[in-house]
């Protein structure tokens, strides 16, 4: 009953929103369109995302790594982080990010509330400490009044930051895109050569990976299960959790909404080109050679992935104090 409930309240929200319910059964479902059931906390959020005053320099918010006008991620191979430090991995986008089955390219971090603690206090990326943060933040008559107002009491704490940074991101959802529309019933949203591009995505066996709403996000997969991958990247996937050697390079599988957005490709960020990265994915993961026209098919179907991107009014940060802690940014 309760599966029933759910699966109601989601085609009525459709409803509302002007999006007609998914008449197809396909592999990859449509994405819904984000409730908002507390907007001061997804307020407060957002201002956190856009604050870089959790950054240990000042300088650095989530959005420097995952900017919301660049399909929420940075398009760099890695990002560059505190000091100009050269990340180690690729940036995920936070797009459709609470849809993934954990958080982080190794799925370190079981939800997006603990997603939001892992960048502060590590020295490559914002560099500053929960503690320093927290601190920071105390310090804003504006931030402390507004935790109160959402969380009881003005004594800010690191979970309900990174509370209230998760309900935000929890609305990044991009819904509507034209594959959602061709889902929805819609036959004129796809041409010929897009409908074509599916159908050999479906067989030639990316589905198996690629599916659910996000197109991905939902597994944990070796890359490279028939040729191995090449590379210079140091990172292990899940065998840097787990230190057994038959999880090496295996990763969270990425979504693929968005995807013509959100190059680089890879945990690496390797590949600039969608076409090169459909190439390499055949032929290690799968053990298919696709020509150049089934490749560019492919291709045309992956650009009808991108969904309507976020919209909302740039938040106005809490202007700060002048007892507000000031550390030595790049020390």
């Known amino acids: 009953m309760r599966e029933i409930a759910l699966v109601g309240a989601a085609l009525l929200l459709a409803a509302e929103a002007g999006i007609a319910a998914p008449v197809r059964n396909e592999p990859i479902q449509p ?8 907007p001061a906390k997804v307020e407060l959020g957002k201002q956190l995302f856009f604050d870089p005053r959790l950054s240990k320099s000042g300088f650095i918010s989530c959005n420097s790594c995952h900017n919301l006008s660049m399909g929420g991620s940075d ?20 797009l459709n990010s609470s849809m993934n089955i954990a958080q982080f390219w190794d799925g370190r971090a079981a939800d997006l509330k603990e997603q939001a603690g892992g960048p502060i206090e590590n020295p490559m990326e914002m560099a500053s400490s929960h503690t320093l943060a927290v601190d920071v933040l105390q310090s804003i008559p504006q931030y402390r009044a507004s935790f109160a ?3 009881g009491d003005e ?12 309900a935000f991101e929890e609305t990044l959802v991009t819904p509507n ?3 959602d529309q061709w889902l929805r019933g819609d036959d004129s949203a796809l041409t010929k050569v897009e409908l074509e591009g599916y159908e050999l995505f479906k067989s030639t066996g990316c589905t198996a990976c690629h599916n659910g709403p996000a197109a991905g996000g939902n597994s944990f997969q070796k890359m490279g299960l028939v040729e191995p991958y090449v590379t210079d990247n140091p990172a292990e996937g899940v065998a840097g959790l787990t230190g057994n050697d038959i999880d090496r390079f295996k990763f969270k599988v990425p979504t693929l909404r968005n995807v013509a957005l959100t190059y680089p490709y890879f945990h690496d960020g390797a590949y600039w080109e969608l076409e090169k990265a459909v190439d390499v994915m055949a032929r ?5 050679k696709l020509a150049q026209e089934e490749i560019d098919k492919i291709v045309a179907f992956l650009h009808t992935l ?3 991107q976020p919209t909302f009014q740039m938040p106005i940060l809490p202007p700060s104090t002048n007892d507000t802690p000031r550390p030595k940014p790049f020390e």
């Open 155 to 166: 004594t800010i704490t690191i979970d309900e930051v990174t509370d209230a940074i998760a």
């Open 306 to 308: 991108t969904g309507e």
């Open 284 to 288: 290690l993961q799968l053990g298919r």
């Open 177 to 179: 895109s034209r594959f």
């Open 31 to 38: 994405i819904e369109p984000a409730v908002v059931t507390d």
């Open 75 to 94: 398009n760099l191979p890695t990002s560059v982080g505190h000091n100009w430090q050269a990340g180690p991995i690729n940036s995920p986008t936070v």
């Open 149 to 151: 107002a959402i969380y």
